[in-house]
């Protein structure tokens, strides 16, 4: 069974910095798109970013900048790196894997971002 873990989220001061994990108990972890959304309280459930299995990574436009996605094929693993963080990108951050018609979710990490 596919399992996707988070990590790494937890309360943080605004300007901080977090860096989320997903670790996935997958085969073939290289061939899949692996994205991450999150999910405000009272909102819809939103992309931040995907990276594809050729390494090609795509940010919601109002994201880019402070967002990177990167993975590690050796470890199955994909990170989200939060740089500068606002209290709006308070959520839960979900980890999504896809590949042809597969696809799953992790249970989500809570980030909190308040003085």
């Known amino acids: 069974q596919v399992q996707l873990v988070e990590s790494g989220g937890g309360l943080v001061q605004p300007g901080g910095s977090l860096r989320l994990s997903c670790a996935a108990s997958?085969?073939?972890?290289?061939?899949?798109?692996m994205g991450w959304y999150r999910q405000a309280p009272g909102k819809q459930h939103d992309l931040v970013a995907a990276?594809?299995?050729?390494?090609?990574?795509h940010y919601v436009d109002s994201r880019k900048g402070r967002f990177t996605i990167s993975r590690d094929n050796a470890k199955n693993t994909v990170y989200l790196q939060i740089n500068s963080l606002k209290p709006e990108d308070t959520a839960v951050y979900y980890c999504?894997?896809?590949?042809?018609?597969?696809?799953?979710w992790g249970q989500g990490t809570q980030v909190t971002v308040s003085s």
């Open positions: 999504h894997g896809r590949r042809l018609d597969h696809q799953y």
């Open positions: 997958v085969s073939n972890f290289s061939l899949y798109t």
């Open positions: 990276i594809t299995s050729g390494g090609t990574t």
